[in-house]
Protein backbone atom coordinates (compact mmCIF):
# COMPACT_ATOMS: atom_id res chain seq x y z
CA UNK A 1 0.00 0.00 0.00
CA UNK A 2 2.89 2.08 0.87
CA UNK A 3 6.17 3.32 -0.06
CA UNK A 4 9.37 4.03 2.55
CA UNK A 5 11.30 7.26 2.60
CA UNK A 6 13.37 6.18 -0.03
CA UNK A 7 10.67 5.10 -2.63
CA UNK A 8 8.90 8.39 -1.82
CA UNK A 9 12.35 10.43 -2.63
CA UNK A 10 11.81 10.45 -6.06
CA UNK A 11 9.15 10.58 -8.90
CA UNK A 12 10.69 8.29 -10.72
CA UNK A 13 10.24 5.65 -7.84
CA UNK A 14 6.83 6.95 -7.02
CA UNK A 15 5.22 6.64 -10.04
CA UNK A 16 7.13 2.79 -10.46
CA UNK A 17 7.18 1.38 -13.68
CA UNK A 18 4.03 0.15 -16.03
CA UNK A 19 2.66 -3.61 -15.69
CA UNK A 20 4.61 -6.45 -17.63
CA UNK A 21 1.33 -7.55 -19.58
CA UNK A 22 0.96 -8.06 -23.00
CA UNK A 23 -1.55 -4.47 -23.21
CA UNK A 24 -2.05 -3.04 -26.28
CA UNK A 25 -1.56 0.69 -25.64
CA UNK A 26 -5.01 2.54 -26.14
CA UNK A 27 -5.20 6.25 -25.95
CA UNK A 28 -8.22 7.75 -24.70
CA UNK A 29 -8.93 11.42 -25.59
CA UNK A 30 -9.40 13.71 -22.91
CA UNK A 31 -12.82 13.98 -20.69
CA UNK A 32 -14.46 16.40 -23.95
CA UNK A 33 -11.73 16.64 -26.48
CA UNK A 34 -11.65 20.49 -25.05
CA UNK A 35 -8.83 19.40 -22.31
CA UNK A 36 -6.59 18.06 -24.78
CA UNK A 37 -6.72 20.97 -27.03
CA UNK A 38 -5.92 23.51 -23.89
CA UNK A 39 -2.93 25.02 -24.42
CA UNK A 40 -0.12 21.95 -23.17
CA UNK A 41 -3.11 19.33 -23.58
CA UNK A 42 -1.04 17.81 -26.26
CA UNK A 43 1.71 17.19 -25.22
CA UNK A 44 0.87 16.11 -21.48
CA UNK A 45 -1.84 13.72 -23.53
CA UNK A 46 1.66 12.68 -25.19
CA UNK A 47 3.27 12.15 -21.75
CA UNK A 48 0.59 10.26 -20.54
CA UNK A 49 0.41 8.18 -23.34
CA UNK A 50 4.04 7.30 -23.40
CA UNK A 51 3.18 5.29 -19.49
CA UNK A 52 0.55 3.23 -21.13
CA UNK A 53 3.33 2.80 -24.21
CA UNK A 54 5.49 1.50 -21.33
CA UNK A 55 3.20 -0.99 -20.26
CA UNK A 56 0.89 0.32 -17.31
CA UNK A 57 -2.85 -0.96 -18.44
CA UNK A 58 -4.61 2.81 -18.33
CA UNK A 59 -3.89 6.35 -17.02
CA UNK A 60 -5.60 9.78 -15.63
CA UNK A 61 -4.62 12.90 -15.20
CA UNK A 62 -5.51 15.76 -14.14
CA UNK A 63 -3.21 19.22 -14.68
CA UNK A 64 -4.71 22.45 -12.81
CA UNK A 65 -3.32 25.58 -12.50
CA UNK A 66 -5.48 28.13 -10.99
CA UNK A 67 -8.82 27.86 -13.04
CA UNK A 68 -7.44 26.15 -15.63
CA UNK A 69 -7.92 22.37 -16.02
CA UNK A 70 -6.88 19.90 -18.02
CA UNK A 71 -8.08 15.91 -17.50
CA UNK A 72 -6.40 13.60 -19.83
CA UNK A 73 -6.76 9.26 -19.67
CA UNK A 74 -5.23 6.82 -21.62
CA UNK A 75 -5.22 2.73 -21.81
CA UNK A 76 -7.53 0.50 -20.42
CA UNK A 77 -9.70 0.38 -17.60
CA UNK A 78 -11.00 -3.37 -18.26
CA UNK A 79 -7.74 -5.35 -19.90
CA UNK A 80 -10.53 -8.13 -20.51
CA UNK A 81 -13.23 -6.33 -22.16
CA UNK A 82 -11.23 -3.18 -23.67
CA UNK A 83 -12.94 -1.21 -21.93
CA UNK A 84 -11.30 2.50 -22.16
CA UNK A 85 -9.92 4.60 -19.66
CA UNK A 86 -12.06 7.94 -19.19
CA UNK A 87 -11.03 10.99 -16.57
CA UNK A 88 -13.98 10.09 -14.22
CA UNK A 89 -12.53 6.43 -13.43
CA UNK A 90 -12.63 5.57 -9.73
CA UNK A 91 -9.37 4.33 -8.39
CA UNK A 92 -8.02 2.94 -5.11
CA UNK A 93 -6.22 5.48 -3.72
CA UNK A 94 -4.12 4.00 -0.86
CA UNK A 95 -1.93 5.71 1.29
CA UNK A 96 -3.81 9.03 -0.42
CA UNK A 97 -5.83 8.56 2.54
CA UNK A 98 -4.19 9.24 5.03
CA UNK A 99 -3.99 12.77 4.17
CA UNK A 100 -8.10 12.72 4.72
CA UNK A 101 -7.58 10.84 8.39
CA UNK A 102 -5.03 13.37 9.19
CA UNK A 103 -7.84 15.95 8.50
CA UNK A 104 -10.21 14.12 10.51
CA UNK A 105 -7.89 13.83 13.37
CA UNK A 106 -7.17 17.60 13.34
CA UNK A 107 -10.61 18.58 13.60
CA UNK A 108 -11.10 16.55 16.26
CA UNK A 109 -8.16 17.81 18.24
CA UNK A 110 -9.67 21.43 17.54
CA UNK A 111 -13.03 20.85 18.36
CA UNK A 112 -11.51 19.36 22.08
CA UNK A 113 -12.30 15.65 21.48
CA UNK A 114 -8.78 15.12 21.67
CA UNK A 115 -5.74 16.39 22.13
CA UNK A 116 -2.47 15.79 19.72
CA UNK A 117 -0.61 15.55 22.88
CA UNK A 118 -2.51 12.39 24.32
CA UNK A 119 -1.18 9.16 24.36
CA UNK A 120 -1.94 5.99 22.28
CA UNK A 121 -2.72 4.96 26.03
CA UNK A 122 -5.02 6.92 27.17
CA UNK A 123 -7.60 5.67 23.94
CA UNK A 124 -6.20 2.31 23.76
CA UNK A 125 -4.78 1.14 26.88
CA UNK A 126 -2.70 -2.35 26.34
CA UNK A 127 -2.74 -2.22 22.42
CA UNK A 128 1.02 -0.77 22.28
CA UNK A 129 3.55 -1.21 24.27
CA UNK A 130 4.98 1.89 25.80
CA UNK A 131 1.78 3.07 24.30
CA UNK A 132 2.18 6.35 27.43
CA UNK A 133 5.08 7.27 25.59
CA UNK A 134 3.52 7.69 22.29
CA UNK A 135 1.42 10.49 21.37
CA UNK A 136 -1.12 11.32 18.68
CA UNK A 137 1.19 14.04 16.97
CA UNK A 138 3.53 11.65 17.05
CA UNK A 139 1.64 8.80 14.73
CA UNK A 140 0.23 11.60 12.62
CA UNK A 141 3.95 12.98 11.17
CA UNK A 142 5.27 8.88 11.87
CA UNK A 143 7.51 9.54 14.82
CA UNK A 144 6.26 7.18 16.73
CA UNK A 145 8.59 4.30 16.08
CA UNK A 146 6.01 1.66 15.87
CA UNK A 147 6.86 -0.86 13.91
CA UNK A 148 4.84 -1.23 10.29
CA UNK A 149 2.89 -4.26 9.59
CA UNK A 150 3.18 -3.74 5.86
CA UNK A 151 6.40 -2.62 5.06
CA UNK A 152 8.82 -3.51 7.53
CA UNK A 153 9.29 -7.43 6.86
CA UNK A 154 6.68 -8.94 8.21
CA UNK A 155 4.53 -10.79 5.80
CA UNK A 156 1.21 -11.66 7.26
CA UNK A 157 -0.86 -9.83 5.80
CA UNK A 158 0.37 -10.74 2.01
CA UNK A 159 0.20 -14.39 3.20
CA UNK A 160 -3.32 -14.21 4.29
CA UNK A 161 -4.26 -12.07 1.10
CA UNK A 162 -2.83 -14.45 -1.22
CA UNK A 163 -4.56 -17.12 0.83
CA UNK A 164 -7.43 -15.88 0.86
CA UNK A 165 -8.93 -12.23 -0.71
CA UNK A 166 -11.49 -12.18 1.00
CA UNK A 167 -9.92 -12.65 4.60
CA UNK A 168 -11.17 -9.67 7.16
CA UNK A 169 -9.24 -7.97 9.18
CA UNK A 170 -9.98 -6.00 12.61
CA UNK A 171 -7.88 -3.07 13.13
CA UNK A 172 -6.42 -4.61 16.28
CA UNK A 173 -5.26 -7.75 14.26
CA UNK A 174 -3.46 -4.95 12.02
CA UNK A 175 -2.11 -3.39 15.38
CA UNK A 176 -0.76 -6.82 16.77
CA UNK A 177 1.12 -8.04 13.74
CA UNK A 178 3.55 -4.58 14.00
CA UNK A 179 3.51 -4.62 17.82
CA UNK A 180 5.05 -8.30 18.09
CA UNK A 181 8.15 -6.68 16.73
CA UNK A 182 10.28 -4.26 18.39
CA UNK A 183 9.70 -0.71 18.07
CA UNK A 184 12.23 0.92 15.61
CA UNK A 185 12.94 3.63 17.42
CA UNK A 186 11.97 5.47 20.50
CA UNK A 187 9.35 7.65 19.77
CA UNK A 188 9.87 11.53 18.32
CA UNK A 189 13.83 9.73 18.15
CA UNK A 190 13.75 9.65 14.19
CA UNK A 191 11.08 8.78 11.38
CA UNK A 192 10.15 5.72 9.91
CA UNK A 193 6.61 5.15 7.66
CA UNK A 194 3.79 3.72 9.52
CA UNK A 195 1.02 2.28 8.30
CA UNK A 196 0.48 0.89 11.67
CA UNK A 197 0.17 4.77 13.01
CA UNK A 198 -2.49 5.35 10.91
CA UNK A 199 -4.97 2.47 11.68
CA UNK A 200 -4.18 3.17 15.72
CA UNK A 201 -5.38 7.04 14.65
CA UNK A 202 -8.74 5.35 12.92
CA UNK A 203 -9.33 3.15 16.47
CA UNK A 204 -8.66 6.61 18.21
CA UNK A 205 -10.90 8.49 16.27
CA UNK A 206 -13.62 6.25 16.73
CA UNK A 207 -13.47 5.88 20.49
CA UNK A 208 -13.11 9.62 20.69
CA UNK A 209 -16.87 9.99 18.94
CA UNK A 210 -18.18 7.01 18.94
CA UNK A 211 -18.97 6.85 15.57
CA UNK A 212 -17.04 4.28 12.96
CA UNK A 213 -14.89 5.97 10.82
CA UNK A 214 -16.25 6.18 7.71
CA UNK A 215 -19.16 7.77 9.13
CA UNK A 216 -16.91 10.34 10.19
CA UNK A 217 -15.14 10.88 7.10
CA UNK A 218 -18.64 11.22 4.92
CA UNK A 219 -19.65 13.93 7.30
CA UNK A 220 -16.66 15.77 8.17
CA UNK A 221 -15.06 15.53 5.12
CA UNK A 222 -15.75 14.31 1.92
CA UNK A 223 -19.73 16.45 2.45
CA UNK A 224 -17.94 19.71 3.53
CA UNK A 225 -14.95 19.27 0.78
CA UNK A 226 -17.73 19.01 -2.08
CA UNK A 227 -16.83 15.22 -3.22
CA UNK A 228 -19.00 13.07 -5.71
CA UNK A 229 -16.83 10.01 -6.09
CA UNK A 230 -15.18 9.54 -2.88
CA UNK A 231 -15.97 6.42 -0.50
CA UNK A 232 -14.02 4.73 2.05
CA UNK A 233 -14.55 1.19 1.33
CA UNK A 234 -13.53 -1.86 3.16
CA UNK A 235 -15.30 -4.59 1.45
CA UNK A 236 -13.94 -6.13 -1.56
CA UNK A 237 -15.42 -4.71 -4.49
CA UNK A 238 -15.41 -1.02 -5.74
CA UNK A 239 -18.83 0.40 -6.13
CA UNK A 240 -19.58 1.96 -9.62
CA UNK A 241 -17.90 3.04 -12.27
CA UNK A 242 -13.69 1.80 -11.97
CA UNK A 243 -11.02 0.99 -13.07
CA UNK A 244 -9.43 -2.43 -12.66
CA UNK A 245 -6.32 -3.34 -11.11
CA UNK A 246 -3.74 -5.56 -12.20
CA UNK A 247 -0.84 -6.59 -10.04
CA UNK A 248 0.71 -10.07 -9.24
CA UNK A 249 -0.08 -9.94 -5.46
CA UNK A 250 2.80 -12.49 -4.44
CA UNK A 251 2.40 -14.56 -7.99
CA UNK A 252 4.76 -14.68 -10.65
CA UNK A 253 1.94 -13.67 -12.98
CA UNK A 254 -0.04 -10.20 -13.21
CA UNK A 255 -3.63 -10.92 -12.88
CA UNK A 256 -6.92 -8.80 -12.72
CA UNK A 257 -7.08 -7.82 -8.22
CA UNK A 258 -9.49 -5.75 -8.00
CA UNK A 259 -11.72 -7.69 -5.59
CA UNK A 260 -9.79 -7.85 -2.75
CA UNK A 261 -10.78 -7.21 1.12
CA UNK A 262 -9.72 -3.99 1.90
CA UNK A 263 -9.71 -4.40 5.96
CA UNK A 264 -6.08 -4.92 5.88
CA UNK A 265 -5.59 -1.15 4.95
CA UNK A 266 -8.44 0.34 7.10
CA UNK A 267 -7.70 4.14 7.92
CA UNK A 268 -4.42 3.60 6.21
CA UNK A 269 -5.16 3.07 2.80
CA UNK A 270 -9.03 2.01 1.96
CA UNK A 271 -10.49 5.20 0.53
CA UNK A 272 -11.63 5.14 -3.44
CA UNK A 273 -11.82 8.63 -5.41
CA UNK A 274 -11.00 9.72 -9.02
CA UNK A 275 -8.85 12.34 -9.97
CA UNK A 276 -11.66 15.44 -10.01
CA UNK A 277 -12.64 14.56 -5.97
CA UNK A 278 -8.39 14.24 -4.87
CA UNK A 279 -8.08 17.67 -6.76
CA UNK A 280 -10.95 18.93 -4.91
CA UNK A 281 -10.12 17.88 -1.67
CA UNK A 282 -6.63 19.29 -1.98
CA UNK A 283 -7.87 22.48 -2.73
CA UNK A 284 -10.34 22.96 0.13
CA UNK A 285 -7.69 21.46 2.48
CA UNK A 286 -4.89 23.79 1.58
CA UNK A 287 -6.94 26.35 0.69
CA UNK A 288 -8.23 26.57 4.15
CA UNK A 289 -11.99 25.60 4.49
CA UNK A 290 -11.27 22.09 6.06
CA UNK A 291 -9.03 23.26 8.92
CA UNK A 292 -8.45 26.39 10.97
CA UNK A 293 -5.65 28.14 10.21
CA UNK A 294 -3.47 26.80 13.55
CA UNK A 295 -4.98 23.21 12.39
CA UNK A 296 -3.58 23.76 9.07
CA UNK A 297 -0.36 24.83 9.94
CA UNK A 298 0.11 21.94 11.85
CA UNK A 299 -0.55 19.51 9.36
CA UNK A 300 2.08 21.97 7.42
CA UNK A 301 4.36 21.20 9.76
CA UNK A 302 7.20 18.91 8.77
CA UNK A 303 10.02 16.58 9.61
CA UNK A 304 12.75 15.48 8.09
CA UNK A 305 11.79 11.65 6.46
CA UNK A 306 15.28 10.30 6.89
CA UNK A 307 15.87 6.64 5.78
CA UNK A 308 18.32 7.85 2.68
CA UNK A 309 15.98 10.74 1.34
CA UNK A 310 17.23 14.26 0.77
CA UNK A 311 16.83 17.01 3.33
CA UNK A 312 13.97 18.61 1.13
CA UNK A 313 11.78 15.51 1.40
CA UNK A 314 9.84 16.17 4.70
CA UNK A 315 6.43 14.73 6.60
CA UNK A 316 3.84 16.47 8.17
CA UNK A 317 0.50 15.40 9.48
CA UNK A 318 -0.70 13.10 6.47
CA UNK A 319 1.12 15.19 3.65
CA UNK A 320 4.93 15.34 2.66
CA UNK A 321 6.86 17.54 0.86
CA UNK A 322 9.16 16.84 -2.65
CA UNK A 323 11.04 19.40 -4.24
CA UNK A 324 9.57 19.69 -8.04
CA UNK A 325 12.04 22.30 -11.10
CA UNK A 326 9.90 25.10 -10.09
CA UNK A 327 9.28 24.80 -6.30
CA UNK A 328 8.07 22.48 -3.75
CA UNK A 329 4.97 20.51 -4.02
CA UNK A 330 2.61 19.45 -1.14
CA UNK A 331 0.45 15.97 -1.24
CA UNK A 332 0.96 12.52 -0.51
CA UNK A 333 1.44 9.37 -2.94
CA UNK A 334 -0.34 6.07 -2.72
CA UNK A 335 0.47 2.12 -3.49
CA UNK A 336 -2.30 -0.48 -3.32
CA UNK A 337 -2.29 -3.85 -4.89
CA UNK A 338 -3.48 -3.12 -8.57
CA UNK A 339 -3.14 0.65 -7.90
CA UNK A 340 -0.91 3.14 -7.79
CA UNK A 341 -1.65 7.05 -7.10
CA UNK A 342 0.59 10.09 -6.82
CA UNK A 343 -1.12 13.95 -5.69
CA UNK A 344 1.04 17.12 -6.01
CA UNK A 345 -0.13 20.92 -5.09
CA UNK A 346 1.02 23.94 -4.58
CA UNK A 347 1.25 24.79 -0.87
CA UNK A 348 -2.01 26.87 -1.22
CA UNK A 349 -3.66 24.18 -3.89
CA UNK A 350 -3.28 26.92 -6.94
CA UNK A 351 -1.39 24.35 -8.96
CA UNK A 352 -2.06 20.55 -8.98
CA UNK A 353 -1.17 17.72 -10.05
CA UNK A 354 -3.02 14.03 -9.53
CA UNK A 355 -1.81 10.94 -11.51
CA UNK A 356 -3.62 7.48 -11.39
CA UNK A 357 -2.86 4.10 -12.82
CA UNK A 358 -4.17 0.74 -12.49
CA UNK A 359 -1.28 -0.98 -12.33
CA UNK A 360 0.43 -1.88 -8.89
CA UNK A 361 4.19 -2.10 -7.84
CA UNK A 362 4.71 -5.46 -7.83
CA UNK A 363 4.50 -5.96 -12.13
CA UNK A 364 6.61 -2.99 -13.37
CA UNK A 365 9.25 -2.25 -15.93
CA UNK A 366 12.15 0.71 -14.59
CA UNK A 367 11.44 2.61 -17.75
CA UNK A 368 7.59 3.41 -17.28
CA UNK A 369 8.81 5.23 -13.80
CA UNK A 370 11.05 7.24 -16.23
CA UNK A 371 7.86 8.01 -18.06
CA UNK A 372 5.77 8.86 -15.31
CA UNK A 373 8.61 11.50 -13.99
CA UNK A 374 7.97 13.02 -17.46
CA UNK A 375 4.79 13.49 -16.97
CA UNK A 376 4.74 14.65 -13.66
CA UNK A 377 7.52 16.89 -14.50
CA UNK A 378 6.09 18.72 -17.04
CA UNK A 379 2.31 18.63 -15.28
CA UNK A 380 3.46 20.54 -12.73
CA UNK A 381 5.90 22.58 -13.67
CA UNK A 382 5.48 23.05 -17.51
CA UNK A 383 8.36 21.65 -18.30
Same mark, same amino acid.
Given at each position: ?6 ? $?? %?? @? ?58 ? $? ?28 ? !? ?5 ? =? ?10 ? #?????? #? ?6 ? %? ?12 ? +? $? ?20 ? !? ?7 ? /? ?25 ? @? ?32 ? /? !? ?64 ? !? ?17 ? %? ?6 ? %??? +? $? =? ?24 ? /? ?11 ? +???A
Amino acid at each position: MDRSATR $LA %TI @ATVACAALAVAVPAASAKAHDGAAAKAPGGERLQRRLDAVVAAGAPGAVALVRDHGRTVR $LAGGYADTRTKDRMRPSDRFRVGSVTKTFV !ATLVLQL =AGEGRLSLDDTV #ERWVPG #EVPNGAAI %TVRQLLTMTSGIYD +Y $LNDGDDTVLRREVANPAVRWAP !ADLVAIATA /HAPRFAPATSWSYSNTGYIVLGQIAEK @ATGQPVGDLLRARVFGPAGLRATTFETGPRIAGR /H !AHGYDTLGSKSVRDVSVIDQTWAWTAGAIVSNTDDLARFYRALLGGRMLRPDLLRTMQTTVPMGGG !APPAYAYGAGLFTQPMGCG %TAWGHNGS %TPG +Y $L =ADVYNSRTGGRQVVVLVNGGEGAIPS /HAGEAMQRLVAAA +YCGA
